[in-house]
Nanobody, 115 residues
């Protein structure tokens, strides 16, 4: 089993930056894809950014140019920095890890951007 623990969410203001962290523990085998999704009430869970098993990065159009995803392999931790936050970035952000056909999710961390 794999456990994902997120941190870094909270209440911020328009234009602020924040950094989300997610640490994986348990039975982790490389290579794996690790990243972040977000979800608002009544909506699907959307990819925000991910680092793939082949070390590629993918960003959603709505954060391109504003977000950077990085990984510390020694700590099994992925970081998501988002700058110039907007009210529409308000959502629950979920950490995700994929290894082969297995998908693991964190419990989610709320990000609220006030205008």
């Amino acid at each position: 089993q794999v456990q994902l623990v997120e941190s870094g969410g909270g209440l911020v203001h328009t234009g602020d930056s924040l950094r989300l962290s997610c640490t994986a523990s348990g039975s982790i085998y490389r290579p794996y894809t690790m990243g972040w999704y977000r979800q608002t009430p009544g909506q699907a869970r959307d990819l925000v950014a991910e680092l793939t098993a082949t070390n590629n990065t993918n960003y959603a159009d709505f954060v391109k140019g504003r977000a950077t995803i990085t990984k510390d392999d020694a700590k099994n931790t992925v970081y998501l920095q988002i700058n110039s936050l907007k009210p529409e970035d308000t959502a629950i952000y979920y950490c995700h890890l994929q290894w082969g056909s297995r998908n693991y999710w964190g419990q989610g961390t709320q990000v609220t951007v006030s205008s």
